[in-house]
C-alpha cells in the first residue's frame, strides 16, 4: 500500500481551494497540441481538465486508489469519449513506449522522491519520453527558512477549507518535523470535520514526506540530467521568479 492511498478519500475536498494551476496547465498543453504527460496525476485534479479541452493525455501516478478515484470522476462525465489513459506506475522507472510533446508534474510532485538519486533518474526518464521538441513543466515550492526552523512539537493553523461541491467545512493544521540535513520534511496534517454549526464531528491524521529542493540545486540537476531552463516563474500568472516567491514554475526542454 502507498502511503497517498490513505490521501483518496479526502483529498478532493482538502485541496478544492487549489484552482490557479490548472488554467496555467491547461493553457500549456493547448500550446503542445499533444500528447500529454501528467506525473503524479493523482484524482484527476489537472488532467481531467485537459482531457475535456480534446487533448490527448496520459495520467500516471504510484496510487491505485487516488486513481480509482480519478476513474470514478470520468465515469460521471457526460462526455465520457476522452482521449485519456491513467497509468499506475512510479515516476522513477515508467515505461510507456511513446513521446509525448509536454510532460508535467504539478503542486510539488517532483517533492515525493526523497534522494537525489531518485530525482535524476526520473529526470533521465522523462527525458527519454520527450518528444524533440517537448517540454517538461513542473512546480514546487520555494523552501522557506523560516519554516524550516519551526519547533517540530507546535501545531500552526494552515487553512479553513470548504468543499464547493458538499458545503463541508475542513479545518488544516500541520506539525511537522524537518530533516534539515537530508532536506526532508516529514508532515502531518491535522484535519478537523466541522458540523454546519461549528461542531467537530471528526478528527482525521495524515502523514506524508517530501524532499524540499533550493533554487541552484534544482537548476543543477536540470542540467545534469540533460534540461535547458526556458523559464522560471514565481506563480501561475507567469511572473518572473524574485526573492519573495513562493513557488518555482520550472519551463524546460532537453
Known amino acids: 500500500m502507498n502511503p497517498l492511498d490513505n490521501w483518496s478519500d479526502i483529498y478532493d475536498s482538502l485541496h478544492s481551494w487549489l484552482t490557479d494551476d490548472i488554467f496555467f496547465y491547461l493553457e500549456e498543453a493547448k500550446k503542445s497540441g499533444g500528447p500529454i ?9 489537472i488532467v481531467i481538465p485537459i482531457a475535456k479541452a480534446g487533448i490527448s493525455v496520459t495520467g500516471l501516478d504510484i496510487s491505485e486508489s487516488m486513481l480509482e478515484v480519478a476513474k470514478q470522476k470520468l465515469l460521471k462525465l457526460e462526455n465520457r469519449d476522452l482521449d485519456i489513459e491513467l497509468v499506475n506506475a512510479n515516476m522513477c522507472d515508467f515505461s510507456l513506449n511513446r513521446l509525448f510533446k509536454l510532460i508535467i508534474i504539478p503542486f510539488n510532485g517532483l517533492l515525493s522522491l526523497l ?3 531518485e ?3 526520473a529526470l533521465e526518464n522523462i527525458k527519454q519520453h520527450l518528444a524533440p521538441d517537448g517540454k517538461l513543466i513542473f512546480s514546487i515550492f520555494s523552501p522557506d527558512l523560516n519554516m524550516l526552523i519551526h519547533e517540530e512539537d507546535q501545531v500552526f493553523h494552515l487553512r479553513d477549507v470548504v468543499d464547493p461541491n458538499t458545503g463541508q467545512k475542513f479545518i488544516m493544521y500541520h506539525q511537522s518535523h524537518y530533516d534539515n540535513f537530508n532536506q526532508i520534511i516529514n508532515v502531518r496534517i491535522i484535519i478537523e470535520k466541522l458540523t454546519p454549526k461549528g461542531n467537530v464531528t471528526q478528527k482525521i491524521y495524515r502523514n506524508y514526506q517530501l524532499r524540499y529542493i533550493y533554487r541552484w540545486e534544482m537548476y543543477h540537476l536540470l542540467n545534469l540530467s540533460g534540461f535547458y531552463i526556458e523559464e522560471l516563474y514565481g506563480d501561475f500568472a507567469r511572473n518572473q521568479f524574485d526573492e519573495s516567491s513562493t513557488d518555482m514554475i520550472w519551463v524546460t526542454y532537453a
Not at 504527460?37 to 485534479?45: A, N, P
Open 115 to 117: 534522494t537525489v538519486e
Open 37 to 45: 504527460l501528467e506525473l503524479g496525476c493523482g484524482t484527476g485534479r
Open 119 to 121: 530525482e535524476i533518474k
